[in-house]
């Protein structure tokens, strides 16, 4: 079992910048791929980064490349999303979530792949 936690999440204005972080704890000597997600008010949790294992291999939704960077220290058991450039769109719950993954490259970008979900943490951009 792993659990994760965020945090780092607040309120900005419009063009500011936030630094999110997803500490895990438990069963943390395996490999995870590591990815965050978020749900807006009355829409679907979408996709928004994932992150290999060995952090050499990321992928991001098109609406926010440019502007947000995953990254990870596996030694800290954290993962972290720079969200820079912020629009009022990008108001929403940010969740991480981890799978287990035999190799050290590969990301996982579908959301029913993921096995560990932590509880959110709340962006909110004033325009």
């Known amino acids: 079992q792993v659990q994760l936690v965020e945090s780092g999440g607040g309120l900005v204005q419009a063009g500011g910048s936030l630094r999110l972080s997803c500490a895990a704890s438990?069963?943390?000597?395996?490999?995870?791929?590591m990815g965050w997600f978020r749900q807006a008010p009355g829409k679907e949790r979408e996709f928004v980064a994932t992150?290999?294992?060995?952090?050499?291999?990321?992928y991001y939704v098109d609406s926010v490349k440019g502007r947000f960077t995953i990254s990870r220290d596996n030694a800290k058991n954290t993962v972290y999303l720079e969200m820079n450039s912020l629009r009022p769109e990008d108001t929403a719950v940010y969740y991480c979530?981890?799978?287990?993954?035999?190799?050290?490259?590969?990301?996982?970008?579908?959301?029913?792949?993921?096995?560990?979900w932590g509880q959110g943490t709340q962006v909110t951009v004033s325009s």
């Open positions: 992150i290999s294992w060995n952090g050499r291999n990321t």
């Open positions: 979530a981890a799978k287990s993954t035999y190799y050290t490259f590969s990301y996982v970008l579908k959301e029913n792949e993921y096995t560990y």
């Open positions: 438990g069963r943390t000597d395996s490999r995870y791929a």
